[in-house]
């Protein structure tokens, strides 16, 4: 030892062995750098799900989305013709005219579609609570479960609201009428107003529950909605008039109106609630 120790050359370390159960070496991706692990996500019950398996998910959902829709589109196809006389009903004898000869067609299409939108509307909440729920904790998912159903409720409810609001609407429109200025309706201004009217309403109407969720989550509060007070009604009234169609003053009006009623409520249910 001493012989090899005396040739080795003046200023080279001494070799040390390596350990016996060193841990395997990681292999290098391009320019040297260690290689990139898969994106994964932590789901509720412990189980891992890399991007891959998240976009699979996705497009299984959406497929699942899709399907429901079209089955239900044709039967509001089927029934669109009675559809269409049930929500001409607020203008009475006026005639809806066509710009073009495509139109009717057109407007069947549209019908179909819409009333396939709200018949799907239970499976396309499913579909989508099934996608987020992995992601959430045990308690954030018995906050949301318990309001999907009762969304869907909320957002009937709005449109009826709409459909009692129309005709008065429609009134005040058409009270500017004169011998000299005549007002014609087309298939596609006056359905577009109809659908208009009723989704800005049926959305109104998810307003008190977004507000309860916020508030379970820690997110917003009581007293929190209570300083905030005028700046949402300045909100609601920018929202109300900026949604409604027409230009007409019931419309925003009672739009307003509700959404501040339901505003003050959730302040009294938030509170109620220790928040």
């Given amino acids: 030892m001493a012989d090899a120790d005396a ?20 292999p290098l991706g391009a320019g040297g750098a260690p290689p990139s692990q898969p994106v994964v996500t932590d789901t509720a019950d412990g189980s891992v799900m890399s991007l891959a398996d998240h976009l699979g998910e996705l497009r299984t959902r959406i497929v699942k989305i899709l399907a429901a829709v079209v089955a239900c589109a044709a039967v ?17 004898d006026r005639k809806l005219v066509s710009l073009s000869a495509g139109g009717p067609f057109f407007l069947y299409l549209k019908i179909a579609l819409v009333v396939g939108i709200i018949l799907a509307m239970p499976v396309i909440l499913y579909q989508i609570w099934a996608f987020v729920a992995p992601g959430l904790t045990p308690q954030e998912r018995r906050i949301v479960r318990p309001w999907i159903p009762v969304a869907l409720l909320f957002f009937v409810i709005g449109v009826g609201v709409a459909w009692v609001v129309l005709p008065f609407a429609l009134g005040f429109l058409f009270s500017f009428e004169s011998d000299s200025i005549a007002i014609t309706l087309t298939i596609d201004n006056y ?5 208009t009217m009723f989704l800005a309403f049926g959305l109104t109407m998810q307003f008190p529950i977004v507000l309860y969720v916020l508030s379970r989550v820690g997110i917003v509060s009581s007293t929190r909605l209570r300083s905030a007070r005028r700046f949402v009604v300045l909100g609601i009234a920018i929202f109300a008039t900026v949604v409604t169609p027409g230009g007409d003053l019931v419309s925003p009006t009672v739009l307003g109106l509700t959404m501040y009623a339901l505003f003050e409520i959730s302040i009294i249910v938030i509170k109620r609630g220790g928040h």
């Fill in 76 to 92: 509001g196809y089927w029934r669109s013709g009675a559809i269409i006389d049930l929500l001409r009903t607020p203008i009475g």
């Fill in 7 to 26: 040739a080795r050359e003046p200023g080279r370390p001494a070799l040390t062995p390596a350990p016996a159960h060193a841990p395997p070496a990681q």
């Fill in 191 to 195: 359905f577009g107003f109809v659908t």
